[in-house]
């Protein structure tokens, strides 16, 4: 069903849309995964967005303990409508929402911090699994919730005397690095043909002007 719905929303777009999303898709991936907790500058979380575009990486997850996640639209420039945003904001405690959500789904909690003895990013072993990377704010960093409940911990060496980059800059370098390292082993990051259906609908949903109405359309031919 899911491969008639892709053929008949596919009639609404160009062939060379259609195009554009299989190549793209083809480069897509949920072996490495993004999540945020609690940032609070618009500019820095949509660049986030627009750079796990550019890399391929299609789940962000957002964490909302006290601060609500807001899209600058200038920055992440449409971003959002291709990434699957995943939120937690309702429970007390949603950092713990989030790690718990992410392992169960086989993901490795792997927390950025601002620590030496972390494993270096160089050095870091993408083949022991499922990686999802949390990143805190600018000021604070990360809470003791995802720091004491990580797999792991991950470090960007730095030479000069700032002792930190932003959260883009630090999301836009780990995510190049680790990004090129899969892409280049043999790790199968690939999608599943179930995901990248779901993922396709997605974008041709993104595309269309009501789309939602032709969705009905289409179902009713099969009650």
Excluded at 23 to 36: C, D, P, V
Aim: a neutral charge; charged letters at 25%.
């Amino acid at each position: 069903m899911q491969e008639k719905l892709i053929e008949y929303l596919s009639s609404f777009v160009t062939e060379k849309r259609i195009t554009l999303f299989k190549e793209n898709i083809s480069h897509r991936t949920k072996y490495l995964t993004i999540a945020m907790e609690d940032i609070y500058q618009p500019h820095n979380a949509s660049a986030v967005l627009r750079t796990c575009d550019c890399f391929g990486i299609q789940d962000v997850h957002i964490i909302e303990n006290k601060n609500k996640y807001k899209i600058n639209p200038g920055v992440a420039l449409g971003s959002s409508k291709w990434l699957d945003l995943n939120y937690y904001n309702k429970l007390e405690n949603n950092s713990l929402d989030a790690i718990n959500s992410l392992r169960s789904k086989g993901y490795r909690i792997v927390s950025t911090v601002l620590n030496k003895n972390a494993n270096k990013l160089h050095e870091f072993d993408l083949s022991k699994g499922k990686t999802a990377l949390f990143f805190g704010t600018e000021l604070t960093g990360l809470s003791e919730n995802i720091i004491n409940n990580s797999d792991e911990s991950l470090y960007i060496e730095m030479l000069g005397f700032t002792e930190s980059f932003n959260i883009s800059v630090s999301a836009a370098i780990i995510m190049s690095h680790l990004s090129m390292k899969l892409r280049n082993s043999k790790i199968n990051w690939h999608f599943s043909n179930s995901e990248m259906n779901e993922v396709l609908i997605k974008w041709l949903k993104a595309s269309i002007k009501k789309s939602d109405m032709l969705i009905d359309e289409f179902y009713k031919r099969f009650e």
